[in-house]
């Protein structure tokens, strides 16, 4: 069964870097690549990047020169880190996985407030 | 980038009708379209892949149709569970994109 659980704060300040990892199980890292999505009122879901089985990622380029993608595949966890965070970053913010984003983690409400 | 042109934005449809929302790319994106359904505060959840394709455990009243540039999603007899958002993709080219979503309400 494959799952997708994502561990990450709730409020970052402004100004400050957001981590999230993403913990796969029923598959292998090595196999597939995991994306991230993000959702917000304003911009509806906006993917942002991707980090594919052999390593090499793939940035949207609004966020390449703020966004870092990277995996420990012994760990079956994914590392997503998003700098300089303004108040318009505000959302909820998702890992998936599979050929056509089969697989949804559970999504992480990130607020950015001082 | 791909620009995925969805609508309705927004629906009402009653139960049993039939109800299509269609996606327009603005170039050919060669099938590599899938659709999802979202629930308020869920993760989207996958019904078609690759345009035509049922995922594992979606019911059959779904079903997914196009190619080239138009995709549409059909739901053949409306039920009540099917109220929700639902959101196209494009994921034959980088950066890949969402249509802005199509709300359905049971009327």
């Known amino acids: 069964q494959v799952q997708l659980k994502q561990s990450g704060p709730g409020l970052v300040q402004p100004s400050q870097s957001l981590s999230i990892t993403c913990t796969v199980s029923?598959?292998?890292?090595?196999?597939?690549?995991v994306h991230w999505v993000r959702q917000s009122p304003g911009k509806g879901l906006e993917w942002l990047g991707v980090?594919?089985?052999?390593?090499?990622?793939d940035y949207n380029a609004a966020f390449i020169s703020r966004l870092s993608i990277s995996k420990d595949n012994s760990k079956s966890q994914v590392f997503f880190k998003m700098n300089s965070l303004q108040a318009n970053d505000t959302a909820i913010y998702y890992c998936?996985?599979?050929?056509?984003?089969?697989?949804w983690g559970q999504g992480t409400l990130v607020t950015v407030s001082a | 980038d791909i620009k995925m042109t969805q609508s309705p934005s927004s629906m009402y449809a009653s139960l049993g009708e039939r109800v299509t929302i269609t996606c327009k790319a603005s170039q050919d994106i060669k099938s590599y379209l899938s659709w999802y359904q979202q629930k308020p505060w869920k993760s989207p959840k996958t019904l078609i892949y690759?345009?035509?394709s049922l995922a594992d455990g979606v019911p059959s009243r779904f079903s997914g149709s196009g190619s080239g540039q138009d995709y549409s999603l059909t739901i053949s007899s409306l039920e009540s569970d099917d109220t929700a958002t639902y959101y196209c993709l494009q994921h034959g080219e980088s950066p890949y994109t969402f249509g802005g979503g199509t709300k359905l309400e049971i009327k």
């Open positions: 980090i594919w089985s052999g390593g090499s990622t």
């Open positions: 998936a996985s599979g050929a056509w984003f089969a697989y």
């Open positions: 029923g598959f292998s890292l090595t196999s597939y690549g």
């Open positions: 690759y345009a035509t």
